[in-house]
């Protein structure tokens, strides 16, 4: 299966200060997969210097920005986000694997607009 497993945390310290790749992080407000094109949407706000990109493998890729550059996109649809979402036959499926997009509404509303948040984002190939 091609794509990416996306999640956005919110930093345990408040997020005051961009994250970093080891910041502690919360429980996350959005969850999904999304295709090969998952990732144009943060491509896009890093260009536009709304995110930076920290680096990493795809085993995970890390980024950064404010909470008033991503909410907006998550709160209806986050971008490209499969409701229901694909595995291989020969994928191992734990009880982690939660297979639907899942946002935290709570959670969500609670974020301040400048509130420093990460993104994981996992390639799934």
Excluded at 29 to 56: C, I, P
Aim: glycine share 10%; hydrophobic share 40%; aromatic share 8%.
């Amino acid at each position: 299966m091609l794509g990416w497993h996306i999640s956005v945390k919110r930093q345990k310290d408040g997020g005051s200060q961009p994250a970093t790749k080891d910041s502690d992080c919360e429980e996350a407000l959005a969850v999904w997969q999304a295709g090969t094109g998952g990732l144009d949407w943060l491509d896009e706000l890093v260009t536009a210097g709304k995110a930076t990109h920290l680096g990493g493998n795809g085993y995970p890729f890390w980024y950064t920005a404010r909470a008033e550059n991503l909410l907006p996109r998550l709160v209806s649809n986050p971008p490209m986000a499969r409701d229901h979402w694909l595995h291989d036959a020969g994928d191992i499926l734990t009880d982690q694997w939660l297979g639907r997009t899942s946002l935290n509404m709570s959670a969500i509303v609670a974020c301040a607009p400048a509130e420093w948040l990460r993104i994981d984002v996992w390639d799934e190939s």
